[in-house]
């Protein structure tokens, strides 16, 4: 049975190329490394060292020797990462979101639920939540959209309906609603992070352009010393008009407002906590 420790000593004799240097670096006695050697050679089972007086090299065999030595060191770090991801994963539940208002509600009912696990959220393109899905990468996913997949559980969880946000006298300001082509070529404040409805927005908007702010603080300071319209939900809004100088219009397109599904493996459903539907 290989020893790891003197695999590495093995490795760092091919590229020191003598036994002194080897105990210099590993803070061993060099009759030490010389037994090291030993047992790797025993280990093997054939001679991989040319031996003459005071000089010990690698032969050809033990060139062969390293690379196997290499391999296996690497195989068991790989080996010793993915227990430790595999460990991690049984204390963690993956969730990936389209949105972020759907882990605003979702995220205090799952830690409420497991107060034990660890929470991991993200933001991802609808693609990705797909793909993790189907690679099981992700233990619980909200998607814009009810997914046709019998392996999966599926159930609407929230809604969200889209508005724009404007200055009181701005041109729009009299409408009760808007449209997408009502508001298309006007240039918006964006903020990043709002999933797939950034994308939405710039598709149903070709003649639009957007200043992105990844800063929620300089977004806020934007959107009170702008004339620049933004984007705001009723879920948001739930909270009161954050900005005095502004109303909400909502925008009538079916787009705008969205149905956020819930999806989970079906073995896990039972242990999520209910859906709270708006």
């Known amino acids: 049975m290989f020893d790891l420790n003197e695999l590495e000593q093995f490795i760092a004799f091919a590229d020191l190329g003598?036994?002194?240097?080897?105990?210099?670096?590993?803070?061993i006695s060099t009759p030490t490394i010389t037994r090291s050697m030993q047992h790797v050679e025993e280990d093997f089972g054939v001679p991989i060292f040319s031996r003459s007086k005071n000089k010990i090299e690698l032969?050809?065999?033990?060139?062969?020797?390293?690379?196997?030595?290499?391999?296996i060191l690497n195989e068991t770090v790989r080996a010793k990462r993915e227990v430790k991801e595999f460990n991690e994963h049984l204390k963690t539940i993956v969730v990936k979101s389209c949105a972020p208002a759907p882990l605003w509600r979702l995220l205090p009912a799952l830690s409420g639920a497991?107060?034990?696990?660890?929470?991991?959220?993200?933001?991802?393109?609808?693609?990705?939540i797909l793909a993790d899905l189907r690679e099981k990468k992700c233990d619980v996913a909200l998607l814009p959209f009810k997914v046709e997949d019998s392996s999966w559980h599926v159930s609407p969880y929230m809604e969200e309906h889209l508005s724009i946000c404007i200055k009181k006298e701005h041109e729009l300001a009299h409408h009760k609603q808007v449209s997408f082509s009502d508001i298309n070529g006007f240039?918006?404040?964006?903020?990043?992070?709002?999933g797939f409805w950034d994308s939405m927005c710039r598709d149903k908007m070709p003649s639009?352009?957007?200043?992105?702010?990844t800063n929620d603080f300089e977004f806020d300071e934007l959107v009170k010393n702008s004339s620049l319209p933004c984007f705001t939900t009723d879920v948001v809004l739930a909270n009161g008009m954050p900005y005095s100088d502004r109303i909400s219009i909502p925008i009538i397109d079916s787009e705008a407002k969205v149905t956020f599904?819930?999806?989970?493996?079906?073995?896990?459903?039972?242990?999520?906590?209910?859906?709270?539907?708006t």
């Open 261 to 277: 599904h819930l999806v989970t493996s079906v073995s896990m459903i039972n242990f999520l906590p209910a859906p709270a539907t």
């Open 187 to 194: 240039n918006f404040l964006l903020r990043s992070k709002i």
């Open 59 to 71: 032969n050809e065999t033990g060139h062969k020797a390293v690379q196997c030595a290499k391999a």
């Open 208 to 213: 639009s352009k957007f200043l992105v702010q």
């Open 114 to 128: 497991f107060p034990e696990m660890t929470i991991s959220s993200h933001i991802c393109p609808i693609p990705e």
């Open 18 to 27: 003598t036994l002194s240097k080897v105990s210099e670096q590993f803070h």
